[in-house]
């Protein structure tokens, strides 16, 4: 065996090619959302009804929110989905609200998952699942408050469609979208091929959902991948100069951009992980970051409502902007309040350190077990 | 702050290697105003304050670049993980160069004039050549392709370092006084670990991982 001091030499994409591939991945994603609303609208109105009469009870909502957002393992994903949804007029703004919030909580996931990995040494161990954790926290807060206050105001939802009746028009309309009528002919294509092969009604409505969900799925996941390869320069350069002398609205700024730029808050809360175990970033450095990116997130859902064909989608896409805008709003100025998910993740982690064990039980517990058992008791 | 994500300038390995560089200019500038100091007849107080200060930066920049590669696996992975065990060798070997120049400073302050002895030209022509060396390695560790160059540089420095041995013996078993030889071997020790820490900058920064090839794809 001989060594040798040259290394591989790195195969990269040319910047301007990545750049149209991303382009045609948001157009690839914009079409999925738009088979996801065909393929309902195809289905009979009874399959329509019964499919969403489980997130009919508010909390049900919630925690298939959590669940879905946390098989997909991406907010944007799933909110995108639910916007979809929203589009075909088969589920409510009011039943999609809650689904919403459900996926904020459920996205933290990831970077909690992420903090296991340091598991082996104590102290970064520590360091790690506190700065994810704070993230559950900090969205468990404001869903405790903002939920029972929409629902028993709504206002949420009336903030988010005043925003939208003045954007596209008002509820219950038809809303002639630009974008919609640019990715119509691929999912007529679509449509025409299974037709073609025979399938009608509920079996093509089917067979045009799960296409859509597998479009959205792997245009997101490819659109984040590549979106990351073009950025991550100026993610690494904003970064040293954020850790370097900045912090609060700074760093919630950079945790935005970050965010809409690789369209997954995922990434953003995740890479400040190692940070943070590394002893690089504080927890409370680390905090506006990943409130940046709650805000960062609901910008692929808004995109998704540009596909859609009624108001109400855009309206949902508001309602997940604006709720995260209130939550910073409500958790964040005021230092006591602010400090209480801070405390919260300190005193998990803490306990988390000596008994590892049950870090992975809370894993498990609040992102598997409290869902699905709030799905069965609440549908 | 924020703004820097929206600039065009350099980012990802670009950007550590030219903050690697500016600190080897600093060790450089360290180095050669301690040299003024013992060879050139410059008073220990009129550069002290700037070597100090000069130091200072040279540590701080140490942490950032500590700080920054660990920005950098973070966010790009581990594509050049390689490079970045590299990294975190060869800045501890710049930041003890940037020591080496305040012991060299501290002999000064201990009285050590070494700037009108029968050997002063040969010792400020070592220091230049040492000084030269330095800008050499930051032209290497912009550009770590050019493989003669780097091989001639590793050539220059062992061969310094042989030489620089040599005097130290010669010290050792000098029969002139100690007043003019201890200053004289102290001086070329910190000197040979000066170039020992440069050859190690560019090995670093060259060869940062024994990559293993199957003999067979060396035939093709």
């Not at chain 1, 073009?230 to 900045?246: C, F, H, K, M, T």
């Not at chain 1, 808004?302 to 910073?328: D, M, Q, Y």
């Amino acid at each position: 065996m001989t060594t040798t001091t040259e290394s591989p030499e790195k195969r990269t994409m040319p910047t301007a090619v990545r750049s149209v591939l991303v382009f045609l991945l948001i157009y690839g994603f914009l079409v999925g959302v738009s088979l996801l609303e065909s393929g309902i609208k195809v289905m009979g109105q009874d399959t329509q009804e019964s499919l969403f009469q489980g997130v009919s009870n508010p909390i049900a909502g919630l925690f298939v929110g959590i669940l879905g957002t946390v098989l997909v393992q991406s907010s944007s994903a799933s909110t995108s989905v639910i916007v979809g949804l929203v589009g075909t007029g088969a589920l409510g703004v009011d039943a999609a609200v809650p689904m919403i919030m459900g996926a904020n909580i459920g996205t933290t996931v990831t970077n909690t998952l992420v903090s296991l990995g340091s598991m082996r040494q104590s102290e970064e161990f520590k360091r790690a699942f506190a700065a994810a954790t704070v993230h559950d926290f900090f969205n468990v807060i404001a869903v405790s408050i903002l939920l029972p206050v929409e629902l028993i105001t709504g206002w949420l939802s009336s903030a988010a469609e005043a925003i939208s009746d003045e954007l596209v028009g008002t509820a219950g309309s038809e809303w002639k979208s630009p974008i919609k009528r640019w990715v119509k002919e691929p999912v007529g294509w679509v449509q025409d091929i299974y037709e073609d092969i025979g399938l009608e009604m509920n079996a093509l409505g089917t067979i045009m959902v799960i296409t859509g969900l597998v479009v959205v799925l792997l245009a997101l996941t490819f659109i984040t991948k590549n979106m990351k390869q073009l950025v991550a320069d100026r993610v690494e350069r904003s970064l040293n100069a954020v850790l370097g002398s900045g912090g609060g609205t700074v760093a919630m700024l950079l945790g935005l951009i970050i965010t809409v730029s690789v369209q997954s808050s995922s990434i953003t809360t995740s890479i400040m992980i190692p940070l943070a175990a590394a002893g690089v970033v504080s927890l409370r450095n680390i905090y506006p970051v990943t409130l940046g990116a709650n805000v960062g997130t609901t910008i692929t859902a808004l995109l998704a409502a540009l596909a859609a064909s009624k108001p109400e989608a855009l309206t949902v896409g508001l309602v997940h902007t604006i709720f995260n805008v209130t939550g910073i709003l409500l958790l964040y100025p005021i230092t006591r309040i602010r400090e209480i998910p801070v405390r919260l993740a300190q005193g998990l982690a803490e306990i988390a350190v000596t008994r590892q064990a049950l870090a992975v039980t809370y894993v498990v517990t609040v992102f598997l077990i409290v869902p699905l058992a709030g799905v069965a008791i609440f549908r | 702050m924020v703004m820097s994500f929206f600039r065009r300038s350099e980012g990802g390995f670009e950007a550590i290697t030219a903050h690697t560089v500016s600190m080897l200019a600093d060790a450089r500038h360290s180095f050669d105003m301690a040299s003024t100091a013992l060879l050139s007849g410059a008073t220990h107080a009129s550069v002290a304050e700037d070597v100090y200060t000069t130091d200072d930066r040279i540590n701080q920049t140490e942490q950032e670049l500590r700080r920054e590669l660990v920005v950098h696996v973070s966010v790009q992975g581990t594509d050049d993980i390689g490079a970045v065990l590299a990294y975190t060798l060869l800045i501890k070997k710049i930041e003890r160069i940037g020591d080496q120049a305040k012991n060299m400073l501290d002999l000064a302050d201990e009285g050590v004039d070494l700037g009108s002895e029968s050997d002063t030209d040969e010792l400020i022509a070592l220091r230049r050549t040492i000084s030269v060396m330095m800008g050499e390695a930051a032209d290497i560790l912009s550009d770590p392709t050019n493989e003669d160059e780097v091989a001639a540089y590793r050539q220059k420095a062992d061969a310094l370092r042989f030489s620089l041995e040599t005097q130290i013996r010669e010290c050792m078993h000098s029969e002139k006084p100690g007043s003019e030889v201890v200053p004289r071997a102290i001086l070329y020790r910190y000197w040979k670990r000066i170039v020992a820490n440069l050859a190690g900058v560019v090995i670093s920064a060259t060869e940062p991982i024994h990559r293993e090839i199957d003999p067979d794809d060396l035939d093709d």
